[in-house]
């Protein structure tokens, strides 16, 4: 996938002080930071990471884990400057997330994610930080001759969502995913039962959903060499229930989660080309106001205008990544903004 660029530095500064809320500051651009910059308000977002790394008492130094610890605790204050971070693009640059290279959202959140597993040396705060985005999902693998099944288990920390260029919704895409495909001609693959290659159905099963549900929107394409954005408009509610999007084929016999209502709490949204671009935030906050994170700037927004990320448009920024928060049954009515 092709590195998408950001804009140059912005010097607006937060809110003022008389109309923040805690935890939310804005960070400044240095240079093509704006990727890391939103991502970072996303990780402020969702406070089970907050209170996770607030708990810890690292011993760990010069580590990613540490530094990002250090920031998300300096963005919870009331403070109306920008919040120091300098540190932790220098770690991450020392950890091959260059600073002075245009990143794509999706790859450093998983970069970040990684680079938590191996460089904390609390194993057990660093596996239940993992646990807050594991998708753990069962591979299936059926030939459609003799019909032997073959599956396995495997997880995955963002789900890519494939959209189509007409107009599409989160909850088709979700459906895609899921959806078995047949394998066939030169796609077929070996069926240990047969000994040879044979027809095939692939795909993913559901086992079990995290607390924290980040879906990527695969709005960049690559066709002969070059490499696209997709401003086609994909839809996507405020609140979610997976067990009414997906049917039966698409769990497990092991899945056996009741609790699969999510709010929607952040959007990494991308704007400009495949080439060129800038990414900013929408993060909803704990008083269930939406805000939004333009590096140094952040200002409360309404849900009319966080849907104009749906796309359709060139001149609007595009969500790239969605992240949803498990929402306790009953509660779901009350995160709704309408």
């Known amino acids: 996938m092709s590195r998408r660029s950001c804009s140059m530095f912005y010097r607006s500064w937060s809110l003022p002080i008389e109309s923040r809320s805690q935890g939310l500051r804005g960070l400044l651009n240095y240079g093509l930071s704006c990727c890391v910059n939103a991502l970072l308000q996303s990780f402020s977002a969702t406070w089970e990471l907050v209170d996770l790394l607030e708990g810890w008492n690292p011993v760990d130094k010069e580590s990613v ?23 932790f693009l220098h770690c991450l640059d020392r950890n091959y997330i260059r600073n002075n290279v245009q990143q ?23 596996q239940e930080i993992q646990s807050l985005y594991k998708v753990t999902v069962e ?20 789900l890519p969502m494939h959209i189509r260029e007409s107009h599409d919704s989160l909850e088709d895409c979700i459906r895609f995913f899921f ?12 069926c240990e039962r047969c000994g040879e290659k044979k027809p095939s159905k692939q795909g ?19 066709s002969h060499g070059y490499t696209r954005k997709l401003h086609c408009k994909v839809t996507f509610p405020e609140t ?22 999510y709010s929607l709490c952040a959007v990494i949204v991308h704007s400009g080309d495949a080439m060129f671009g800038h990414y900013t935030a929408y993060l909803r906050h704990k008083d269930q106001s939406w805000y939004h994170a333009n590096d140094s700037s952040v200002r409360q927004v309404s849900w009319k205008e966080v849907q104009n990320t749906y796309g359709g448009s060139l001149r609007e920024g595009t969500a790239y990544m969605l992240l949803y928060r498990r929402t306790p049954e009953g509660k779901q009515q009350e995160w709704s903004s309408g």
Do not use: W
């Open 104 to 126: 794509d959202a999706d790859e450093v959140f998983l970069s970040i994610l990684n680079l938590i597993q191996q460089q904390m040396s609390d194993k057990a705060l660093a």
């Open 139 to 158: 591979t299936y693998l059926q030939c459609l001759e003799c019909k032997y099944i073959e599956t396995g288990t495997s997880f995955l920390l963002s």
């Open 204 to 222: 993913f099963k559901l086992i079990s959903l995290p607390p924290v549900l980040c879906l990527h929107l695969k709005r960049f394409r690559n």
């Open 65 to 87: 884990p540490l530094y990002l610890r250090k920031v998300l605790l300096a963005m919870q204050s009331d403070q109306s400057q920008p919040a120091p971070h300098k540190d």
């Open 240 to 261: 979610l229930n997976i067990s009414e999007i997906l049917t039966v084929e698409a769990l497990s016999e092991h899945y056996a989660q009741s609790d699969s209502q």
């Open 179 to 190: 959806e078995l495909q047949e394998l066939r001609d030169g796609d077929k693959c070996y």
